[in-house]
């Protein structure tokens, strides 16, 4: 069974940093794009950003609003995917959505069931 | 601001039949890049609806269909269930400056 568990949300403080982890299993992980999505209460979905496989370079892509604050990483031996956040805002406050795709593949077929992330001073 | 444009809010009463659309430009639907939908209920994750335009994953109902022409997508759903009531999202890919590109979803209610 494909499973993807997201920790190290919580609250976190305007300007300091924050790293989220996506646990998984049931597939093999190095094959896989891994993709982070975030909701703000009541809003939609948000791509944050994916990092390509081994196999695809390892390139990394983000989405405008978390370039340059938001890096992401992955330890292919361990299975964990990584986003980390720094010089956080009070908009980064959400949940934050762990996701798989195989290759180079478009869609997301395994979410995790997320981590909350609120930004407060 | 969502790249993808989908309408707010759709509605209909058990056993119709309701179409969500979703409209794009060239630089994602129009460049060829495949259609996917997800549905997200009430406080859970996404969950993969349709994939590569028109495929249902195994599991998912054959009374939710989609299609995809040019700019534009649509997802259909014949035979309304009380248990269909959540937000629905398209998603597609934007090229290798805007990445995946998202709608900003629909939230479908049963009467």
């Known amino acids: 069974e494909v499973q993807l568990v997201e920790s190290g949300g919580g609250l976190g403080v305007p300007g300091r940093s924050l790293t989220l982890s996506c646990a998984t299993s049931g597939f093999t992980f190095s094959d896989h794009r891994m993709s982070w999505f975030r909701q703000a209460p009541g809003k939609g979905l948000e791509w944050v950003g994916f990092?390509?496989?081994?196999?695809?370079?390892?390139?990394?892509q983000y989405a405008g609003a978390v370039t340059g604050r938001f890096t992401l990483s992955r330890d292919d031996s361990k299975g964990i995917a990584y986003l980390h956040l720094s010089g956080l805002k009070t908009e980064d406050t959400a949940m934050y959505y762990c996701?798989?795709?195989?290759?180079?593949?478009?869609?997301?077929?395994?979410w995790g069931r997320g981590t909350l992330v609120t930004v407060s001073s | 601001q969502p790249l993808l444009t989908q309408p707010s809010s759709v509605s209909g009463a058990p056993g119709q039949t309701v179409t969500i659309s979703c409209t794009g430009d060239w630089s994602n639907l129009g460049a060829g890049y495949d259609v996917h939908w997800y549905q997200q209920l009430p406080g859970e994750a996404p969950k993969l609806l349709i994939f590569g335009n028109i495929h249902r994953p195994s599991g998912v109902p054959a009374r939710f269909s989609a299609s995809k022409s040019g700019t534009s997508a649509s997802l259909v759903i014949t035979g309304l269930q009380p248990e269909d009531e959540a937000d629905y999202y398209c998603q597609s890919y934007g090229s290798s400056w805007t990445g995946v590109n998202l709608g900003g979803g629909t939230k479908l209610t049963v009467l």
């Open positions: 996701t798989r795709s195989y290759g180079q593949t478009t869609h997301f077929p395994s």
């Open positions: 990092i390509e496989s081994g196999r695809y370079g390892g390139t990394k």
